[in-house]
C-alpha cells in the first residue's frame, strides 16, 4: 500500500459545526503533516507529528485541532470555522520528518465554510 | 535560511518539444531539493528529489534535473511533453536553513501543454 487517504474527499460545514477530517497511511512512515492549501498557491504547512507526538505547531488557530491516535491515522479536528478557513486540506507522510525524506500527499479534502 | 524562487509563473510548450521548469534556491547549509507535480482537485505527488547523491537525478513520468550547486538552481526538464504533463508544478527545498526541516515550497509553475 503506497497511498495516503484522505475522507471525506469534500465537506460544507456551517461556522458552529464540528467536523473531523481523517488521514490513514499505512507506509510505516513515521512522521505526517497537515498542510493547507489555497487556490493557485503552495501548500502551507499547519502540524507535523513524528512519532506520534506534535512536533510542529505553525501558529494555527485553535480552531483546528489535530490528533493522532496511532502511527497510521491522523486527525483534524474542526470547530466554529470562518469562510476563509475554507481551502483544500492536505495530509502527507513520510519515512521520518528528515530533510531527505520525500511527502506522500492524499488527495485532499476540499473544505467549504458557509 | 532557505528561500525557492520558480522563475516562471506559466510555461507553455506544444505537445511533444521539450519542457524545462526552472528553480533557484537560497540556502545556509546543503539542502534536500524536491519537485512535486499537482494535477487539478488532487495532491501533490513526488517527482523526483536531490539529496547530495548524483547531481543528475531521474523521476518518475520521464521527468529529471540536474543540481547545479554553482548556479543554485534545480530545473526541472522533460525531453517531450504530453498533454497528461498539463499540470502545476512546485520546487521544494528542506534543511537548507539549519536546524529545522520544515521545506519550503516554491510558488508553483503552471505547465501548458498544447496539441
Known amino acids: 500500500d503506497t497511498e495516503v487517504t484522505q475522507t471525506p474527499k469534500h465537506l460544507v460545514m456551517g461556522m458552529t459545526n464540528k467536523k473531523s477530517l481523517k488521514c490513514e497511511q499505512h507506509?510505516?512512515?513515521?512522521?505526517m503533516y497537515w498542510y493547507k492549501q489555497k487556490a493557485k498557491k503552495p501548500p502551507e504547512l499547519m502540524f507535523v507529528?513524528?512519532?506520534?507526538?506534535?512536533?510542529i505547531n505553525e501558529s494555527v488557530p485553535s480552531r483546528f485541532s489535530p490528533e493522532c491516535p496511532n502511527s497510521s491515522l491522523l486527525n483534524l479536528h474542526l470547530h466554529a470555522l470562518q469562510p476563509e478557513d475554507s481551502a483544500l486540506y492536505l495530509c502527507a507522510s513520510s519515512q521520518g520528518d528528515l530533510k531527505g525524506y520525500g511527502y506522500t500527499f492524499g488527495s485532499g479534502t476540499r473544505l467549504t465554510v458557509v | 535560511a532557505q528561500s525557492v524562487t520558480q522563475l516562471d509563473s506559466h510555461v507553455s510548450v506544444s505537445e511533444g518539444t521539450p519542457v524545462l521548469l526552472r528553480c533557484n534556491y537560497s540556502?545556509?547549509?546543503?539542502?534536500?531539493l524536491f519537485w512535486y507535480v499537482q494535477h487539478p482537485n488532487k495532491g501533490l505527488q513526488l517527482l523526483l528529489k536531490?539529496?547530495?547523491?548524483?547531481?543528475l537525478v531521474k523521476g518518475i513520468n520521464g521527468f529529471e534535473a540536474e543540481f547545479k550547486k554553482s548556479e543554485t538552481s534545480f530545473h526541472l526538464t522533460k525531453p517531450s511533453a504530453h498533454m497528461s504533463d498539463a499540470a502545476e508544478y512546485f520546487c521544494v527545498v528542506r534543511g537548507g536553513g539549519g536546524g529545522s526541516y520544515i521545506p519550503t515550497f516554491g510558488r508553483g509553475t503552471s505547465l501548458i501543454v498544447h496539441p
Open positions: 507529528y513524528s512519532y506520534e507526538k506534535l512536533s
Open positions: 536531490y539529496t547530495s547523491a548524483a547531481t
Open positions: 507506509m510505516g512512515h513515521r512522521a
Open positions: 540556502s545556509s547549509y546543503s539542502p534536500s
